[in-house]
T-cell receptor
Framework: QKEVEQDPGPLSVPEGAIVSLNCTYS??????FMWYRQYSRKGPELLMY????GNKEDGRFTAQVDKSSKYISLFIRDSQPSDSATYLC?????????????FGRGTSLIVHP | NAGVTQTPKFQVLKTGQSMTLQCAQD?????MYWYRQDPGMGLRLIYY???????DKGEVPNGYNVSRLNKREFSLRLESAAPSQTSVYFC?????????????FGNGTRLTVT
């Protein structure tokens, strides 16, 4: 079992829909949770991060962490075609004095006009 | 400000050939990483360098070597390429190996081994 599980999709939604992207994890030592966005033929870029359980909002994006269930989500409101990308969750725990993120497989999102 | 630059962008090798993937960052970051990305497997860490002068193995180091040439540059070498090494390779950097140091990625090298 991988430490971080993420459904690869693809997830196809109409423009304006609310999108929910999710990851589960098995390592209770994970403390820091991130979402990266990756456009086709580009490198991933950090979208949002959070330390704690609860919600964090940034514009149309909301990151949610439930440590008791080992479950994190990214919500996108009023989705746009420009949101079409692969979304990777990532999380960090201390290993040997360092923090190196472990990534999920990524979920491919397609927002059609 | 270029960020993380990877060369080449594309490469085709025959089995057994060797090559070096180059990576340079201009953000004065201390830590650098090499990942490979395969369909259905996500990003897997090959090697990383916490700071200039140090390198450590990641999740999938077999078949690869790395060199941290200086603070800016971190290269990945395939001594004898195999078809299983066909992948997209990403270099990344971060300020330190700290919990809240985000990774900055290059745009990848697409490698095919025939």
């Amino acid at each position: 079992q991988k430490e971080v599980e993420q459904d690869p999709g693809p997830l196809s939604v109409p423009e304006g829909a609310i999108v929910s992207l999710n990851c589960t994890y098995s390592n209770s030592a994970f403390q820091y949770f991130m979402w990266y966005r990756q456009y086709s033929r580009k490198g991933p870029e950090l979208l949002m991060y959070t330390y704690s359980s609860g919600n964090k909002e940034d514009g149309r994006f909301t990151a949610q962490v439930d440590k008791s269930s080992k479950y994190i989500s990214l919500f996108i409101r009023d989705s746009q075609p420009s949101d079409s990308a692969t979304y990777l969750c990532a999380m960090s725990a201390k290993r040997g004095g360092s923090y190196i993120p472990t990534f999920g497989r990524g979920t491919s999102l397609i927002v059609h006009p | 400000n270029a960020g993380v630059t990877q060369t080449p962008k594309f490469q085709v090798l025959k089995t057994g050939q060797s090559m070096t993937l180059q990576c340079a960052q201009d953000m004065n970051h201390n830590s650098m990483y090499w990942y490979r990305q395969d369909p259905g497997m996500g990003l897997r860490l090959i090697y990383y360098s916490a700071s200039e002068g140090t390198t450590d193995k990641g999740e999938v180091p077999n078949g690869y070597n790395v060199s941290r040439l200086n603070k800016r540059e971190f290269s990945l070498r395939l001594e004898s390429a195999a078809p299983s090494q066909t992948s997209v390779y990403f270099c990344a950097s971060s300020e330190w190996l700290l919990i809240d140091s985000p990774l900055h990625f290059g745009n990848g090298t697409r490698l095919t081994v025939t």
